[in-house]
């Protein structure tokens, strides 16, 4: 039975949340009304993809897995799910019906639930004031505060496999150099996160895989050609696993327009 939620305009800009991709993020929020007024629900991928990605062609499945990757839905006893931030963003409407699932082992290491805290649910059926993350503070001493880039950061090794995958043109140097760009625009924005790696991610899933000498004034030259490295990078992701960014590499091997160099097209 779907529950009537509501949603925080920061939810939008959340670092995790950029981090997922955009059916991911619609789900999420489907999770909510999902959701008794504990955060619980039952745990069914297929019902998720009738109810709340109808029309959509995708896999409910992998969709479901960024959201577990993420830590945003965490799995417990027999087919069942729980939200762990949900009683920190919402306040259900205390006439709501209780839970009838049971609770998981580890609920109260991650939230601080109105068992222990009943006030959570006597505020009515709105959400409080604040940015998508704030109260969580409060409900949990294990997370902490946003913070800015520490000195020494550097993305993690599950981060670095994550960008093998989804930017597979990227070379190690190029990435290290998109890394240092990462670190330069943190600092020079005073940018504050409580988890880097999304954002690092996010930066990384948008990054021009131009060479620096390719760059002018910070961004991508369209004058300059492009160096055999990166293309031949592109070219093995097309062959592997037919990954390719045409709006900014233009049309794929095979069509009409490509900007494959010409020594490399028989490789296409």
Known sequence: MARIRTVKPDFF???DICALSPLA??????LWCEADREGRFQWSPKTFKRRYLPDDDCD???VCRELLARDLVRLYGDD???IPTFLAHQKPNPREKESTLPAPDCHASNLDLHASNPER???GGREGKGKEGKGME???PRVTLASALPDDWKPSDEDVQWAGKARPDL?????????ERFRNHANANNRQAHNWGPAWRNWIS????????QRSNGKPDPTALPTEEPWEARLNGWREKRFWMPQMWGPPPGEAGCRVPSNLRSAA
Do not use: C, M, N, V
Not at 25 to 30: A, E, V
Not at 171 to 179: C, G
Not at 206 to 213: E, F, G, I, M, V
């Open 60 to 62: 409910a499945d992998a």
């Open 171 to 179: 070379t190690p140097a190029l990435l290290a150099t998109e890394t």
């Open 138 to 140: 409060a409900a949990s």
């Open 206 to 213: 948008k990054a021009d895989a131009a060479s620096p000498a």
């Open 121 to 123: 649910h006597a505020q």
């Open 13 to 15: 800009t959340s670092d």
């Open 80 to 82: 069942l799910a729980f």
């Open 25 to 30: 993020r619609l789900l999420y929020i489907g």
